[in-house]
């Protein structure tokens, strides 16, 4: 296979140090030369070196200046550049790795000394290069990743939406259903009169606007609105309980609720509602899987007076998170469920957005036998 040679740029007015320096590295890179700072700067953008050794002393422009320039532009500022001149006191080679110099070889040249800091600097550049490689590909990885895991916390959430429907339009489905069978009845027995046929439609056209009341107030929490604004913790805590109200009475868990007055949070309310509704699923999952049948909830939000930051705790009677998990619990795909029944996401999504997109935090701990998550904002 062909080994791919590096390319050096030899910026020098001097003929002597070019031919030089030529004779010293022609047998290891591909070299290109300039005679001043003005070229090297047009050349540099054609050849793409992968390292430049630069004079100090020319005409017109010095070694100072073309480095400030190269080191200015995005597409040049990562070349590695080592200097090169006869000058040698002190403040010369601060001069060089102040604009940017990464080495400096004095003149008259010494081959071993030259053909060593050229070779040691392209390796570290070419390493350098291969790191960035590796981070905008983990990047690339993540960025997919982020985008499918949104993809699939979609579709949960419409899972979500289903099930919370479910159980809100069961008791006005059955009241519709129990009085079409009445009116069937009193139509059998010839008792539908005026005032029962419109007693009956009142209550169903009642029970209706309910269901259409529920689908409205799903639609609202659903749709994702972009929009920055402050709001009032309490009002989004309880339109949140209000998705799951339906399964927790008919299940007869109770949720209790102790908000200190005027917490106002600045963000997107669906957002934070999400992470509510994840939590509180989290807990609706905890309660099925052990059988808890007086299962509680309780939900409390305060300013703390040492940190000025607004907290909500949510805990729950389900036993806690067992030791093995805890440590593992807002991993991205853990789950203590089957497979078939979820994916692991929920408790991942809520740390997201509180931890990357509210710069707060997300932390659970058990207390005497209950699960204690809490929210810093």
């Not at 399964?247 to 005027?262: H, L, S």
């Not at 999952?285 to 409390?300: A, K, L, P, S």
Request: glycine letters at 6%.
């Amino acid at each position: 296979m062909t080994e791919i040679r590096m390319t050096v740029l030899i910026v020098d007015d001097d003929a002597v140090s070019r031919q030089l320096l030529r004779e010293i590295l022609k047998d290891r890179y591909n070299l290109s030369f300039a005679t001043s700072g003005v070229e090297a700067l047009k050349k540099v953008q054609n050849v793409k070196p992968d390292l430049i050794l630069l004079d100090i002393l020319m005409p017109e422009m010095d070694g100072y200046e073309t480095c400030h320039k190269l080191k200015s532009d995005v597409g040049t500022s990562n070349i590695p550049v080592i200097f090169i001149s006869s000058l040698s006191d002190s403040d010369v080679k601060f001069m060089a790795f102040k604009f940017g110099g990464v080495d400096y070889i004095s003149k008259p040249f010494s081959g071993l000394e030259v053909i060593a800091r050229v070779d040691s600097h392209i390796k570290l550049y070419n390493f350098q290069r291969f790191l960035e490689g590796r981070v905008e590909d983990e990047v690339e990885r993540n960025r997919l990743k982020d985008h499918l895991i949104n993809e699939q916390a979609r579709h949960i959430a419409m899972g979500e939406l289903l099930v919370n429907i479910a159980h809100h339009w069961r008791q006005p489905l059955n009241s519709i259903g129990v009085l079409v069978q009445d009116m069937q009845d009193a139509y059998l027995h010839k008792e539908l009169d005026g005032n029962y046929f419109d007693k009956s439609i009142l209550t169903i056209m009642t029970e209706l606007i309910r269901l259409s009341n529920t689908i409205n107030g799903f639609r609202n929490y659903y749709v994702a609105k972009q929009e920055l604004k402050e709001f009032n913790l309490e009002d989004v805590v309880n339109s949140t309980i209000a998705i799951v109200e339906g399964y927790f009475k008919v299940k007869g868990f109770v949720i209790n609720k102790e908000f200190e007055n005027k917490l106002i949070i600045s963000f997107y309310p669906n957002e934070f509602a999400q992470v509510l509704l994840n939590l509180l699923t989290n807990v609706q999952n905890v309660f099925e899987q052990r059988h808890i049948t007086n299962g509680i909830v309780n939900i409390r939000a305060y300013r703390d007076t040492d940190t000025n930051k607004i907290v909500i705790t949510i805990t729950d009677n389900g036993g806690g998170v067992h030791e093995d998990n805890i440590h593992k619990i807002f991993d991205p795909y853990f789950t203590t469920k089957e497979k078939s029944q979820g994916t692991g996401l929920g408790l991942y999504i809520a740390k997201l957005i509180i931890e990357r997109s509210m710069k707060g935090t997300l932390s659970v701990r058990n207390i005497d036998g209950w699960a204690e998550f809490r929210i810093e904002i």
